[in-house]
């Protein structure tokens, strides 16, 4: 459940087996440098520029992490998981349904912020913060063209203020037959459209500890929950 530092080597203690990259969050670790792509990203004070790159690091089935350090990195496009047995997460887990230090942001019309094609993916303790006006979109989409199965999305705070009416927070696919997805310890604040949609296919999706609200008036949301799913 937590990084380590062994023998100079940092671990995920949930995957020892795989390699952990660090990405930067516009702070420099102390005796760090700047962030780059051209960096290793394999220590905290050598981390590398972009999320996108982290994942072109890792190999699949291997249970490789990114780790993104405390501040917020900015996309324009969306991050795309398509690589089996990966975790994408902040450096400090804050506990369930709170904000996170480690900050993605997107104020981009029509892109998804998380595209998860791959199966055993695991996203936890990140904040999300979607704000375009215009977007039609889930911010998290899973299983578009791959089946995702067993996906955990955990302790995520995704902050939807400010965003569009047809904005959606998580949308699980179901002609590519994502099952077993796991939703726990999630905020969803100020959905606009959907806060999760279950599609016909999704089943056995698993939500518990999770906080979906619309506070805000003037996008009215729809539906905290959506399923046409089977035993969830």
């Given at each position: 459940?937590?990084?380590?530092?062994?023998?100079?080597?940092?671990?995920?203690?949930?995957?020892?087996?795989?390699?952990?990259?660090?990405?930067?969050?516009?702070?420099?670790?102390?005796?760090?440098?700047?962030?780059?792509?051209?960096?290793?990203?394999?220590?905290?004070?050598?981390?590398?520029?972009?999320?996108?790159?982290?994942?072109?690091?890792?190999?699949?089935?291997?249970?490789?992490?990114?780790v993104l350090?405390?501040?917020?990195?900015?996309?324009t496009a969306?991050?795309?998981?398509?690589?089996?047995?990966?975790?994408?997460?902040?450096?400090?887990?804050?506990?369930?349904n709170t904000?996170?230090?480690?900050?993605?942001?997107?104020?981009?019309?029509?892109?998804?912020?998380?595209?998860?094609?791959?199966?055993?993916?695991?996203?936890?303790?990140?904040?999300?913060?979607?704000?375009?006006?215009?977007?039609?979109?889930?911010?998290?989409?899973?299983?578009?063209?791959?089946?995702?199965?067993?996906?955990?999305?955990?302790?995520?705070?995704?902050?939807?203020?400010?965003?569009?009416?047809?904005?959606?927070?998580?949308?699980?696919?179901?002609?590519?037959?994502?099952?077993?997805?796991?939703?726990?310890?999630?905020?969803?604040?100020?959905?606009?459209?959907?806060?999760?949609?279950?599609?016909?296919?999704?089943?056995?999706?698993?939500?518990?500890?999770?906080?979906?609200?619309?506070?805000?008036?003037?996008?009215?949301?729809?539906?905290?929950?959506?399923?046409?799913?089977?035993?969830?």
């Amino acid at each position: 459940m937590a990084l380590l530092n062994v023998h100079g080597r940092w671990v995920n203690t949930d995957k020892p087996g795989g390699s952990v990259f660090f990405v930067g969050g516009g702070t420099v670790a102390f005796g760090g440098i700047g962030a780059s792509d051209s960096n290793s990203g394999l220590r905290p004070e050598q981390p590398l520029a972009t999320i996108a790159q982290g994942m072109t690091q890792c190999t699949a089935g291997r249970g490789d992490t990114v780790v993104l350090l405390p501040g917020s990195v900015t996309i324009t496009a969306a991050i795309a998981i398509t690589k089996a047995d990966v975790t994408l997460q902040g450096y400090t887990c804050t506990g369930p349904n709170t904000r996170n230090p480690s900050l993605i942001v997107c104020a981009t019309n029509t892109v998804i912020m998380l595209d998860i094609d791959a199966p055993n993916v695991t996203i936890k303790d990140l904040t999300l913060d979607h704000n375009s006006t215009t977007a039609a979109v889930a911010l998290i989409d899973v299983g578009g063209t791959t089946a995702s199965p067993d996906l955990l999305l955990q302790n995520l705070f995704i902050d939807m203020e400010g965003s569009g009416t047809t904005t959606d927070a998580i949308n699980i696919q179901g002609d590519t037959v994502s099952t077993g997805v796991v939703i726990e310890g999630c905020t969803i604040h100020d959905f606009d459209q959907d806060g999760i949609i279950m599609e016909a296919g999704s089943d056995e999706t698993v939500i518990r500890n999770c906080r979906i609200y619309d506070g805000v008036t003037a996008n009215e949301g729809r539906y905290g929950i959506s399923s046409v799913s089977d035993g969830s």
